[in-house]
């Protein structure tokens, strides 16, 4: 029978057409747009796309293993954290639920909203912030890690665009 060896190319034709148009999309965003065009771009796509990340099962699914790791052999027990990229909280509420005091920020008002709300709803005594993209707001004090989000390194912007982290 040709019908499934036929559905399984189409398929996997369709697949590449796919993933062919939206590396050229967004190739030709990254190189056509201004930073700030690729900001707004993104504080929309976050804002309609992506509400799942502010639900709250997944807010309250706790570190993936990666994370659970990386916390347990880096980070001090107990210590004061600061969450980047936060998005809706959902490393904000795992690290407090282990012990840790923690703060966080956004640039994304939609996800850190419902952030804000999850963790008001659990009393939990965290600051999640909403700041424009590409800034990272002044908070009081040290740090003893930062939990930087996978996008915000991925979607970085511009030339000056860097990660400045000291150790004491």
């Known amino acids: 029978m040709i019908v499934p060896p036929l559905y399984l190319f189409l398929e996997r034709l369709l697949r590449w ?19 700030i065009q690729l900001e707004r771009l993104t504080e929309y796509r976050y804002s309609t796309s992506f509400s799942s990340l502010a639900e709250e099962s997944y807010l309250n699914s706790g570190f993936f293993m990666w994370e659970r790791e990386a916390i347990q052999n880096y980070f001090p027990p107990g210590g004061r954290d600061l969450v980047a990229a936060a998005g ?31 963790l008001r709803k659990q009393g939990i005594d ?18 003893d890690a930062v939990l930087v989000g996978f996008q915000a390194i991925c979607i970085s912007l511009g030339e000056t665009a860097e990660f400045v982290f000291s150790e004491t």
């Open 126 to 143: 965290a600051k999640l912030e909403y700041v424009p993209p590409s800034t990272v707001p002044e908070f009081d004090g040290h740090y």
């Open 17 to 35: 057409v796919n993933n062919g148009a939206t590396s050229l999309i967004q190739g030709l965003s990254l190189g056509l747009l201004s930073n």
């Open 88 to 118: 809706a909280g959902r490393e904000m509420i795992a690290l407090a639920r282990a012990g840790f005091v923690v703060n966080g920020f956004d640039c994304c008002a939609p996800l850190v909203e419902g952030g804000r709300n999850e």
